[in-house]
């Protein structure tokens, strides 16, 4: 009777405390994650076999069941794959109060992957395709008051290719209990911009909309705005009935929010009847901050020019798979924070609220995108537009759009509209492909032209007849566009529409681009010019950048580009044709969330502080020849042609005796120094180097590499190491709540006698965990596929690896424990209460 009890006991309270007549809150929002209860099947059962199934085990949501799985997007390459497809049930019972009879009850799911349909007591009560939307399920006429009931939610995982990266499985995100009196603050209701904003005053602009089911009047509602001290720094009561209420504040001398102090205020939202009974309260957060986009300027945050250094992020957490908590969320957002990350592009769907709070609370500017697919699907095995048969294990959501994409859109707009963070809002991404007139049309398939460098191979005038050749099928990619964008406006018109457009020489005279106010291009720095030439009264931003220096150059080319998004920000499950790899490492972070030297290299690029890094590689291994004792290019302007690779590095200093290793230091110094043992290789200027790269060839020689800046404290050394003879254990957390949600994080390196980090020489580490912690994930960071991440083994990368544990209910002491072969290591503690 465990999964029952905590609302039994919500019920004697509530009886308890109208007994005693104690005020209770009118709006209760019930933390619904514990006590489910799951299992998995490949067959569709109905209603009456799951009431008889005995196959139950206990989960808590947010729950991943695909992430138990060896999940590979090479898998779509293959036709002898086992299928993974499977239709998950999850059941949970309660109990409520007879008390809350005439209450307004429902059950908020933040997002379950996908096809959700949920029953209460045998009934359906809704469905959602979507796997990434918000949505509810209203139970008040369906639930037994003082009795059991018994909810059900189907999850219909049976397409496990339906997208092109890994989406997990489950209800991945939060589950809540709202009850609400019949007088009350309607879902997502609250609606805040700020239109005028300066340093001295800003306007507070509030819509409130009410549902007045008892038809009551001389209604009130009261707003206060409070400041991050909790101190209410303005408030004002109006009349209402029923429906929108508008007002509006001034606030003296606000504090704004930005990327560097994200300053938030706090709306509270009361309705009152004239008696004084409070029938409903709501608070909002909300930041004051101003916009301003122009196509030959770029962006202005509250008045200040501000580059968009910003990242593509998919919502997997690597071996967590996509059940992210907010802990590990935090640790990876300041990790890119740190490396000078300002903005963040939620690729390619609505992400979850807890993800949206973070960066409201840690100052990203947010490009929030809602669909991958629209009326017709990609080919998930190719990434283009689907030819030939359907496949059902790859059929996605293109199957829905024309039904649910409205609501899908409106929701996540009615949600996410009160955070700051937010600057724009994405429709699509990519979606030329599936309209194949775009391609066609273009010019670069017949042509020696290369679309990724060269601007289009044939003229605006040919491109246009081309597409008056290539008629459109059922329905046109211009005609959605705008469809989707008189959603948005319908909504919010404080923030830009954009889409992140692949053929974007076609796209802007297609009428597709009418339907934008902000032009996105996808891996098209190279045609900013002919872009900016041809249609000049649009901004066009990079909304999909490799990570390299060449996409960051063409923006300091170029004022009237904003910004980029780099592909990625974060290393992610899925979209590779690789069966030995689990995803794509184009990240700054790893799989682990360490750093990469991309990071280093873009933390010297976006960061006013001095910064020095360095690599190593063996010449025969690199990209260069040695000219004349200095490293060239085996290929001519190389450094402007990759994509999503990156030159190949190491991090140590163990080499063959004399062997030519080619140095690379990044840097925002203007000159380095680089030295051996204190002996001096010779300084060399940033300048001199169009790749923003620094490098050498030196002979190897057992001891210190040392390289340093244009100033006495900017070093960076690596040193050689012997073997591994401990492992050095830190955790970024010696306490946690004993709530089931906290996580720490724990990182352990293998290091010699002396204290060096070993890092050529990998081992297995064994973790041994004592007391009321759950093992999430032990990882590497590197991309190759494994069985299960949630062992307590993991073969070391760069002798390096992490464990993610995350706390229990119970209270007490962990302890931590990792072992290697041959190597020491002393016990962490970790205080959980």
Not at 179 to 186: A, C, D, L, R, S
Not at 447 to 476: C, L, T, V
Request: with cysteine.
């Amino acid at each position: 009777m465990r999964f029952i009890s905590y609302l039994i006991l919500l019920s004697l309270l509530v009886s308890s405390c109208n007994s005693k007549k104690i005020n209770i809150p009118p709006r209760q929002e019930i933390d619904f994650n514990f006590n489910w209860q799951f299992f998995k099947t490949k067959e569709q059962l109905n209603i009456s076999d799951i009431s008889t199934n005995n196959d139950w085990n206990e989960v808590k949501t947010p729950h991943d069941w695909a992430i138990k799985t060896p999940y590979n997007q090479a898998y779509k390459i293959t036709d002898s794959t086992p299928n993974l497809g499977y239709i998950g049930w999850y059941k949970k019972e309660f109990i409520v109060s007879k008390d809350w009879k005439n209450k307004k009850i429902r059950i908020d799911f933040d997002g379950v992957y996908n096809n959700a349909e949920v029953y209460l007591n045998g009934k359906k009560i809704t469905e959602r395709p979507y796997g990434f939307s918000p949505f509810s399920a209203e139970i008040s006429k369906s639930i037994n008051l003082g009795e059991k009931n018994t909810l059900l939610v189907k999850v219909d995982r049976t397409a496990f290719l339906d997208a092109r990266w890994y989406n997990g499985a489950g209800i991945y995100r939060d589950v809540k209990l709202i009850i609400t009196e019949p007088i009350h603050i309607k879902k997502w209701g609250i609606g805040i911009t700020t239109p005028k904003v300066s340093k001295l005053n800003a306007t507070i602009y509030i819509k409130a909309e009410i549902i007045n089911s008892l038809q009551k009047e001389n209604l009130s509602i009261r707003f206060q705005i409070k400041d991050n001290l909790n101190n209410v720094i303005k408030e004002e009561t109006t009349k209402t009935f029923e429906g929108k209420t508008k007002i509006s504040f001034i606030i003296s001398n606000p504090k704004l929010w930005n990327t560097e102090s994200p300053n938030l205020y706090t709306l509270t939202t009361t309705i009152i009847d004239e008696d004084g009974r409070i029938w409903d309260t709501k608070d909002e957060t909300f930041g004051i901050r101003s916009l301003k986009y122009t196509a030959n300027d770029g962006f202005f945050l509250n008045g200040e020019k501000t580059y968009f250094k910003g990242v593509c992020l998919h919502q997997d957490g690597g071996g967590i798979g996509v059940t992210v908590p907010t802990d590990v969320w935090r640790r990876r957002l300041n990790m890119l924070k740190k490396g000078g990350v300002n903005a963040i592009r939620t690729a390619h769907n609505t992400p979850s609220k807890n993800f949206l709070d973070l960066c409201d609370e840690l100052g990203f500017l947010v490009l929030d995108e809602a669909f991958d697919e629209m009326d017709y699907p990609k080919d998930k095995r190719r990434n283009y537009n689907l030819k030939g048969k359907k496949d059902p294990l790859t059929e996605g959501y293109s199957n829905f759009f024309q039904e649910w994409g409205e609501q899908d859109l409106k929701d996540m707009l009615l949600r996410d509209r009160n955070h700051p963070s937010i600057i724009m809002w994405s429709i699509g991404n990519e979606v030329e492909w599936t309209y194949p007139r775009y391609g066609q049309s273009s010019g670069y398939w017949n042509s020696d032209k290369k679309y990724y460098y060269d601007e289009p191979p044939i003229s605006i005038a040919e491109m246009k007849e081309n597409m008056k050749n290539n008629p459109p099928k059922e329905f046109e990619l211009a005609k959605t566009a705008q469809k989707l964008s008189k959603w948005v406006k319908a909504i919010d018109t404080t923030r830009p529409v954009t889409a992140n457009l692949v053929i974007p020489t076609i796209s802007h005279f297609s009428g597709y681009t009418d339907a934008l106010d902000i032009v996105g291009y996808s891996y098209r720095a190279s045609i900013y010019d002919y872009g900016h030439k041809n249609y000049p009264k649009k901004m066009i931003l990079g909304t999909e950048n490799w990570a390299n220096y060449v996409e960051w150059k063409s923006v300091l080319d170029h004022p009237y580009i904003p910004g980029i998004f780099l592909w990625t920000g974060i290393d992610y499950m899925g979209e590779t044709s690789n069966v030995a790899e689990r995803g794509s490492s184009s990240g700054l972070l790893d799989f682990a969330g360490f750093p990469t030297p991309r990071w280093y290299m873009f933390k010297t690029l976006w960061n006013d502080e001095p910064e020095i890094y360095a690599t190593t590689i063996p010449l025969k291994k690199s990209d260069y020849l040695n000219i004349n004792g200095q490293p060239i290019e085996k290929s001519k302007d190389l450094w402007k042609k990759r994509r999503w690779g990156f030159q190949p590095f190491n991090t140590h200093w163990n080499y063959k005796e004399g062997e030519n290793i080619v140095v690379e230091v990044y840097t925002n110094s203007p000159t380095a120094e680089l030295f051996i043992n204190n002996k001096s290789f010779g300084i060399k200027k940033l300048a001199a180097n169009e790749d923003h790269i620094i490098k050498w060839i030196v002979p190897y020689i057992k001891g210190t590499l040392k390289v340093i800046g244009n100033n006495d404290n900017l070093i960076y050394e690596i040193k050689t190491a012997k073997k591994p003879s401990r492992i050095e254990v830190k955790t970024d957390k010696t306490k946690l709540n004993a709530n089931s949600y906290d996580v720490a994080h724990i990182e352990v390196q293998l290091i010699d006698k002396s204290g060096i980090p070993v890092k050529h020489v990998n081992q297995e580490i064994t973790f041994e965990i004592e007391g009321p912690a759950t093992l999430l994930s032990t990882d590497n960071g590197n991309n190759v596929q494994r069985k299960r991440f949630d062992t307590n083994t993991c073969i070391t990368e760069k002798g390096k690896a992490l464990l993610i544990i995350q706390s229990k209910r119970e209270k007490g002491i962990i302890k931590v424990k990792a072992s290697s072969k041959n190597c020491f290591s002393k016990v962490i503690t970790i205080l959980s209460n």
